[in-house]
């Protein structure tokens, strides 16, 4: 019997993420709505060595705070549903404004790779990607793919096979903010870490506080509530 592991996919819309997802899953997927949602859901499978990864296209989205349905959803998979791994989408030729998303998924998350994708586009225009740089100081794999010529994908699966048998460690670089926020994030970081335990990062939480996310305190409550009634019910909600 194979091991099951749940993969997300995130990144900016028209970053050859879903052409990622289509490319690695093939007929072996299926689409829906989020319960509760208008938002578009899909999911696909892939064998690989002993393991059976189930891949989750998230909304495509420019950041995971509380701005749209399509942010709330991937937000809220990425942090209350816990998949293994979390997959982010790059665009090789916009590479700043792409990392984006990927810092915020960091704060969230710990088990990352970063997919830089298009990079035959990249090639031609020049641009060349040092990876093994990327990877030092982001603390996450990253991994240089061409998604629509499917160039990388053996080294991606393992990548992942790695991490969820424990092989790779992921430590995500911590963003430093300037120093009256990391002063308010000290004074409430203890407190946040009292209530949601290990469950949810207590310092993406308080960050989360100090901008005032209303609609993502409310996700929290909900979530900490079924979590002592029964957390199963609410992961089957989420998916």
Partial sequence: MRNEYRIALAGNPNTGKSTLFNA?????????????????????????????????????????FSNSKDEEVARNYIVFDKPDVTLVVLDATSLERNLNLALQVLEMTKNVVICINLID?????????????????????????????????????????RIVTGEIDCHPVQMKYPQEIEEKIEQIEPKVRE?????????????????????LIDEIKKYLSLKREDVNEYRTALQ
Avoid: C
Avoid at 202 to 207: C, D, E, H, P, T
């Fill in 24 to 64: 690695l899953t093939g007929l072996k997927q299926h689409t829906g709505n989020w319960a509760g949602k208008t938002v578009a859901l899909a999911k696909g499978s892939i064998a690989y060595k002993d393991d059976q990864f189930q891949l989750i296209d998230l909304p495509g989205t420019y950041s995971l």
């Fill in 121 to 161: 586009v990249a090639k031609e225009q020049g641009i060349h990607i040092n990876e093994q740089l990327l990877t030092n100081r982001l603390g996450v794999p990253v991994i240089k793919i061409s998604a629509r010529n499917k160039k990388g994908f053996p080294m991606l699966l393992d990548t992942i096979h």
């Fill in 195 to 215: 209530i949601v335990g290990d469950h949810v990062s207590s310092r993406w939480v308080s960050l989360r506080l100090l901008d005032g996310d209303k609609a």
